[in-house]
């Protein structure tokens, strides 16, 4: 009976860690890109 909280609270913070991931990687990808298209417009102009 102890163990369900603990397990579903395990569950619930890896979750919210996943969700937190998925939520920080596009955001990043679009820095990089937005970083990438900054770097080129210099080069090339």
Same mark, same amino acid.
């Given at each position: &009976?102890?163990? /369900? +909280?603990?397990? #579903? ?12 991931? &998925?939520?920080? /990687? +596009?955001?990043? #990808? ?16």
């Amino acid at each position: &009976m102890y163990l /369900i +909280p603990i397990i #579903l609270c395990v569950i619930g913070f890896k979750a919210e860690k996943l969700i937190a991931t &998925m939520v920080i /990687i +596009p955001n990043f #990808l679009g820095i990089l890109y937005r970083l990438y298209a900054y770097i080129v417009h210099i080069i090339f102009m």
